[in-house]
């Protein structure tokens, strides 16, 4: 069965520092890969997704992300942190196979980044 | 709307009564999809619908749990002699049809059983 995940459960970093967020994945075929974050009183919002071609991902917020299929990992990395990054940050893999409607997501247990000043 | 509406956003209930949940996904989204959110876990998959029908119910924990979209818009999600267990943030989000991409997901109900 499909499952991740994500090693850390709390994470916090210096506002200005590096982070990267560890994701492992389990999936039989090719995964369509997903970091989402999720902020105090807001929904899931999509951070970047990866589905083929280029491994290296850029999204929204300065974030971006790495698939290694040998390492069957999706780190999330952001150069320089800033304090309104602090929230949980949610790995996921899309199950349904390519071609087939739908996306049935399978989500880690996430990681809770805090930003300290 | 502009998002994916849920509500209540919050509902404190009793062990056995029935509850109902209800998402308004963003118009001409035809998939939609229920996710519960336990504390310190990440969203679990329940049912997902294409226009009417639910294409995947998969999710459904048991037979207590029911959810319709009858007119391929609002969906509902049933919940029947509810139990302490079933406390958690129900999340619903929305699609494009054949879209392989993002998920936009509602703020959430959260469920409390007493």
């Known amino acids: 069965a499909q499952s991740v995940t994500q090693p850390d459960i709390h994470i916090t970093v210096s506002e200005g520092a590096s982070l990267e967020l560890r994701c492992n994945y389990s999936?039989?075929?090719?995964?369509?890969l997903f970091w989402y974050v999720q902020s105090p009183g807001q929904g899931l919002q999509l951070l970047l997704k990866?589905?083929?071609?280029?491994?290296l991902v850029q999204g929204i917020k300065g974030f971006e992300a790495e698939f290694k299929r040998s390492q069957s990992s999706f780190n999330l990395r952001k150069p320089s942190v800033h304090w309104s990054d602090a929230a949980e940050y949610f790995c996921?893999?899309?199950?349904?196979?390519?071609?087939?409607?739908?996306?049935?997501?399978?989500f880690g247990a996430g990681t809770i980044l805090r930003v300290k000043s | 709307g502009a998002g994916v509406s849920q509500t209540p956003s919050n509902k404190v209930t009793e062990k056995g009564k029935y509850v109902e949940l209800r998402c308004d996904p963003i118009?001409?989204?035809?998939?939609l999809y229920w996710y519960r959110q336990s504390l310190g876990q990440g969203p679990e998959f329940l049912i997902y619908?294409?226009?009417?029908?639910?294409?995947?119910d998969s999710g459904l924990p048991n037979d207590r749990f029911f959810a319709v979209r009858p007119e391929g818009s609002v969906s509902t999600l049933k919940i029947q002699r509810t139990e302490r267990g079933d406390s958690a943030v129900y999340l619903c989000?929305?699609?494009?049809?054949?879209?392989?991409?993002?998920?936009?997901f509602g703020e959430g109900s959260r469920l409390t059983v007493l």
């Open positions: 989000a929305s699609s494009f049809d054949r879209d392989t991409g993002e998920l936009f």
């Open positions: 999936y039989g075929a090719t995964p369509y």
């Open positions: 990866y589905f083929s071609g280029d491994t």
């Open positions: 996921a893999v899309g199950t349904y196979p390519s071609g087939e409607y739908g996306n049935k997501l399978v």
């Open positions: 118009s001409g989204h035809t998939a």
């Open positions: 619908f294409q226009g009417t029908g639910a294409a995947d």
